[in-house]
């Protein structure tokens, strides 16, 4: 798609609802598509696919299916070759893997990982590997991480059928758990961490889950809602504690020393993305509106000041950083999606 003839470099797209969920589909056939979950104090919410249309520059909505309760999370599957069935996934009561159309979306399956009782404990976060796209791990509020196999079945009448199963469940934390993010250290299939209500960052290794290694604490133990890792360099990673105005840059070589804090924000921040392209670069968004970008190759020298900001006209909820289109970022508030060239 040929953007750069028009040189727009906003383009924005109004839900019927608040945006909260939000992420960009990974193949390369399909640039400039987007899932957008809605955020519905009640059970019944909507996922939307957009994508931009080339002849008028506008976003449009491809489909909209029902969800039960807000997504937490959506995310593609990181499939930037086209090789796999084009499929995305949502988090919520329950992890479910759905099959997107052309024009309808469908569920393929849904993962419980407690068939025993009547209720559910809700999945605050997940991530689907990279490297191996057969594996997501989720986070939930009953303390434990879940780490998935899927299938993809033979095609039978040319359906794929997609099935799941648990391969470990794992205590991760003391408290709920609320996001995890596989590492591309080590191969990129095996290291994973958490982070949760108890203010720690745990990593774990799928082949030595008898322990696990703190890399950080809140020191007022509070609770730490995000992680992300570094795409580039797997030695470090960012979190951000609740309610709080500035992010922290570890580096796992040092344990539970930040090798760099970003706090320019002036109220408190919802969103972390790293370059995919860059070991230096990151964007982070709050409720001050804004959406900064950061040059951190000087640490562990103290960063001073964001290279790039930009002003939303509201409170930013979500910013993701476009894995194949590197000069894109996305950003949502209110009922509002924006994706911003950079």
């Not at 957008?36 to 019944?44: D, T």
């Not at 999370?73 to 069935?85: E, F, L, N, Q, R």
Request: net charge negative; proline share 5%.
């Amino acid at each position: 798609m040929t953007l750069h003839g028009k040189r727009k470099e906003i383009y924005k797209y109004e839900a019927p609802w608040t945006v909260y969920a939000m992420n960009w589909s990974v193949r390369p056939d399909k640039r400039f598509r987007l899932a957008l979950g809605s955020f519905v104090e009640e059970y019944n919410n909507k996922v939307q696919i957009v994508g931009l249309e080339e002849e008028n520059s506008e976003f449009v909505c491809r489909n909209t299916f029902d969800h039960p309760y807000p997504t937490t999370k959506v995310m593609w599957i990181p499939d930037s070759k086209g090789a796999y069935p084009d499929l995305l996934a949502t988090s919520g009561d329950y992890l479910r893997i759905w099959r997107v159309g052309d024009t309808e979306t469908r569920l393929e399956c849904l993962l419980n990982n407690n068939k025993n009782s009547d209720f559910c404990a809700p999945l605050t976060s997940f991530d689907w590997n990279e490297v191996d796209p057969n594996l997501l791990g989720t986070s939930s509020i009953d303390t434990t991480c879940t780490i998935w196999g899927l299938e993809t079945g033979q095609v039978l009448g040319r359906v794929n059928l997609v099935s799941g199963h648990v391969k470990t469940q794992l205590i991760a934390h003391d408290k709920e758990v609320y996001d995890i993010s596989f590492s591309r250290a080590g191969g990129g299939r095996d290291m994973f961490a958490s982070v949760g209500a108890d203010g720690s960052v745990r990593m774990f290794d799928l082949r030595h889950l008898e322990h696990s290694t703190i890399i950080y604490e809140d020191p007022q133990h509070h609770p730490l809602l995000r992680l992300c890792w570094n795409k580039q360099d797997p030695n470090y990673l960012v979190t951000m504690a609740m309610d709080s105005m500035e992010v922290v840059i570890l580096d796992v070589r040092v344990p539970c020393t930040p090798v760099a804090r970003l706090n320019n924000h002036r109220a408190c921040v919802n969103g972390i993305a790293w370059a995919p392209h860059s070991s230096c670069h990151i964007c982070t968004a709050a409720e001050d509106h804004q959406a900064l970008i950061w040059d951190i190759q000087q640490m562990p020298r103290a960063i001073e000041d964001p290279i790039l900001a930009y002003t939303a006209e509201g409170e930013i909820n979500n910013v993701q950083w476009a894995t194949t289109q590197p000069d894109w970022i996305a950003i949502c508030y209110n009922n509002c999606l924006e994706i911003l060239r950079v």
